[in-house]
């Protein structure tokens, strides 16, 4: 087992780094701010400690021996790890608890970071860390303490509680509607849908439910999130199917319009997952009444 007296320091490791990313002694002295002397000191002495070199020397240069090569992602690595870890802990008040929320990119972008500051205001001593990400939550994960997923109507989905289900609203840009105006359903066969690639389904329904006579025209760009979506109805691209609740009334004024006031409900709810001994800590059990309170969807 290697004694701790025996690791790299952080000196050498990091200056390994600078010459590595420069191949060069003189210009990592220059991005260190020590001198050509310090630089190849600190890598003489790490090879040393090694036992084999990490770079060949030539008359004109340097390059990365093998063994180089093999360390140098390990340590770039392990350098991002420990200034990343670092700089949480600076950047957390350690008198403070902290509720670690995982919500999917759109849920994040499109609701959340909106009104997520009127439940930091009502819990002055929590502090709030937000991630994204999509798709199952493992069983064995417990990174974070809750976790929002959208994902098919069920009762038998573990650790969830439905916040609420999925209503979709029919949108597009007011520029797009002034120039081809949408009067009854069936001009819908005038414009280009936004394909929703990850549940292509819900413009076949949709079409269905509003009784659409003819196969509509789906555009050549199509996206996996709504925010994406959100974002192509704003270029013009088309209309699109967003769900209610992440479409504010001062968007819908401004930008998008849905002249129809067509919307469908999907066979998607949104969910709030966190295992039993989860929700019954405060913080969570007090950030699930908030969102149970708040999530009020806007109407067409």
Not at 34 to 48: D, F, H, M, R, T
Not at 198 to 214: C, G, I, S, V, Y
Request: proline share 6%; hydrophobic share 40%.
């Amino acid at each position: 087992m290697i004694k701790s007296s025996e690791f790299p320091s952080t000196r050498a490791l990091r200056t390994f780094m600078a010459v590595a990313s420069t191949m060069s002694f003189s210009k990592a002295a220059i991005q260190l701010s020590v001198s050509q002397g310090a630089v190849s000191k600190q890598i003489a002495a790490l090879e040393q400690q090694l036992g084999q070199p990490l770079f060949h020397r030539h008359i004109n240069g340097i390059n990365l021996t093998k063994a180089g090569e093999r360390y140098l992602p390990k340590v770039a690595e392990a350098l991002q790890l420990i200034q990343t870890s670092t700089a949480n802990l600076i950047q957390t008040d350690m008198t403070r608890d902290v509720l670690s929320v995982n919500v999917t990119p759109s849920f994040a972008s499109l609701w959340l970071i909106e009104h997520i500051e009127l439940f930091s205001n009502q819990h002055p001593n929590l502090q709030i860390s937000i991630k994204i990400g999509d798709g199952p939550v493992k069983s064995s994960r417990n990174d974070c303490d809750v976790y929002i997923r959208c994902l098919p109507l069920s009762k038998h989905h573990e650790h969830a509680h439905l916040l609420m289900q999925e209503s979709l609203q029919l949108v597009g840009s007011n520029t797009l509607l002034i120039d081809n105006p949408l009067q009854t359903v069936q001009d819908l066969n005038r414009h280009t849908l936004i394909p929703q690639i990850t549940r292509p389904q819900l413009w076949e329904m949709f079409t269905k439910e509003h009784q659409l006579a003819h196969t509509p025209r789906y555009g050549k760009i199509g996206y996996e999130h709504f925010y994406m979506s959100l974002e192509g109805v704003k270029s013009h691209q088309g209309l699109a199917l967003l769900p209610n609740f992440m479409l504010t009334n001062t968007l819908l004024s401004t930008q998008l319009n849905n002249p129809l006031g067509l919307s469908m409900h999907s066979p998607y709810g949104y969910y709030l997952i966190a295992p039993n001994y989860k929700r019954g800590i405060d913080k969570v059990h007090r950030f699930e009444q908030w969102l149970n309170a708040t999530l009020q969807p806007v109407h067409p």
